[in-house]
């Protein structure tokens, strides 16, 4: 068995893990590399499901009766773990939403709503990357659409990192707001947060971070990043689907308008107006995902328990291994940082002219399960002129045995199409 400095004990941790142990296929035992899609689910996070919708469902805030309370000590709970978990000087800078997608819609609409000086109008500008989720470029463009701003973005350079090289013509004074992701959900590329932020301060622009790929692997530290907003999602972090989060600068959530109207997110309300609560709930209307951030909170309990900086070692050890075996396939092309270095647990390639969905259904034959297509970054593909890739991603779980059990299964890939 490869044995690589600084992996985690994955035979205990994937004991955890029930789908891990599948079969697939006359019984090949599942190699599950997709986790940038949507990471597994360890059992305390399954159990503390169950054991809320047994034990404590209600509805959440108003109830006054035993486990209406108790569903609100929890609610209330996962906020408070999730803002210890990415550092926030406030509980109440943490919005819960649906997914990572709602909470960069939600800025979005916010800005396009808002008064001066925050308001996105046709004399202001958004910028963005060509490497975004389309989650982090089709809210802006329709942004774009409403207000008439100039939509504006980075390019990529040929190796897969930003084009920073005219950041000044691209940041300017017009700039309203900066939205860009910390590591890419394609490519892997970990961008140079520092350098983009420092920019847009310099401007009065405002930054949001879309952190879906880097909540889950890495420390997420808002505070050290100096953004105004960061998005992530909780399906991605061994939490449940459903729930997502946007984290805000205080004094930005107090100034700006709500997004979505509805019960829960209002203090007064009369047939002529109404007034709002204060930030998180003027965010939160309706019914909000009370199990899925329970589900959330049991994740974050996790991860922490396990350490994240232990998780990221434990990913690179993994990335840096696959990325030399995967650089032994031919005819294997790597899209994006051809190394380990400033890079995530995430891999895109091309393998010869064979197109990546006839690649990734004959490793599903083996029980290698791989996400093929442009993974919502379609732009990323027209750059390099590809059609899509296949994507292998891995997680705390992943073991130096699946990256060889990829790599053969490749082999076969070739051998099958000759």
């Given at each position: 068995m490869t044995q690589l400095p600084g992996l985690l004990d994955t035979e205990a941790i994937r004991k955890d893990f029930p789908l891990l142990d599948r079969t697939v296929h006359d019984g090949k035992k599942i190699v599950y590399l997709d986790s940038a899609a949507t990471s597994q689910k360890p059992r305390q996070v399954l159990d503390a499901l169950n054991e809320y919708y047994e034990r404590h469902n209600a509805n959440v805030h108003r109830g006054v009766y035993t486990i209406a309370e108790e569903a609100t000590a929890l609610y209330e709970g996962a906020r408070d773990k999730v803002a210890a978990f990415i550092n926030a000087p406030s509980r109440d800078e943490v919005i819960f939403t649906k997914n990572a997608s709602e909470s960069l819609n939600l800025v979005a609409n916010m800005l396009g709503w808002a008064d001066e000086p925050y308001r996105v109008d046709h004399d202001t500008e958004i910028v963005t990357t060509e490497m975004e989720h389309h989650s982090n470029i089709v809210?802006?463009?329709?942004?774009?659409?409403?207000?008439?701003?100039?939509?504006?973005?980075?390019?990529?350079?040929?190796?897969?990192?930003?084009?920073?090289?005219?950041?000044?013509?691209?940041?300017?004074?017009?700039?309203?707001?900066?939205?860009?992701?910390?590591?890419?959900?394609?490519?892997?590329?970990?961008?140079?947060?520092?350098?983009?932020?420092?920019?847009?301060?310099?401007?009065?622009?405002?930054?949001?971070?879309?952190?879906?790929?880097?909540?889950?692997?890495?420390?997420?530290?808002?505070?050290?990043?100096?953004?105004?907003?960061?998005?992530?999602?909780?399906?991605?972090?061994?939490?449940?689907?459903?729930?997502?989060?946007?984290?805000?600068?205080?004094?930005?959530?107090?100034?700006?308008?709500?997004?979505?109207?509805?019960?829960?997110?209002?203090?007064?309300?009369?047939?002529?107006?109404?007034?709002?609560?204060?930030?998180?709930?003027?965010?939160?209307?309706?019914?909000p995902p009370i199990a899925q951030a329970v589900g959330l909170g049991a994740a974050v309990d996790y991860l922490s328990a396990i350490g994240m900086e232990k998780i990221y070692r434990h990913e690179h050890a993994i990335t840096e291994y696959a990325v030399k075996r995967l650089l032994e396939v031919p005819d294997l092309r790597i899209i994006g940082p051809a190394t380990a270095e400033d890079r995530g647990a995430t891999i895109s390639f091309t393998l010869g002219d064979i197109h990546p969905h006839d690649v990734g259904q004959v490793l599903d034959e083996q029980g290698i399960a791989v996400r093929v297509g442009h993974h919502c970054a379609r732009p990323v593909c027209l750059r390099y002129g590809i059609p899509a890739t296949t994507r292998a991603s891995f997680y705390l779980y992943s073991t130096p045995a699946e990256v060889d059990a990829l790599v053969d299964g490749l082999e076969h890939v070739r051998n099958f199409f000759g």
């Open positions: 809210p802006w463009q329709l942004l774009s659409q409403r207000t008439g701003a100039k939509l504006k973005w980075f390019g990529i350079t040929d190796d897969g990192r930003l084009d920073l090289s005219n950041i000044d013509e691209i940041i300017t004074e017009k700039t309203k707001i900066v939205s860009f992701t910390l590591v890419s959900n394609i490519m892997g590329t970990i961008n140079p947060v520092e350098k983009i932020i420092r920019r847009a301060q310099q401007v009065g622009a405002l930054v949001c971070i879309d952190a879906s790929q880097a909540a889950p692997h890495m420390v997420l530290d808002v505070q050290a990043l100096q953004a105004d907003f960061v998005a992530f999602t909780g399906h991605k972090m061994v939490g449940p689907t459903g729930i997502g989060v946007l984290w805000g600068r205080q004094e930005l959530l107090e100034d700006l308008p709500p997004f979505l109207g509805g019960g829960e997110m209002i203090e007064t309300v009369s047939m002529h107006s109404s007034t709002y609560a204060p930030a998180p709930h003027k965010f939160e209307a309706g019914t």
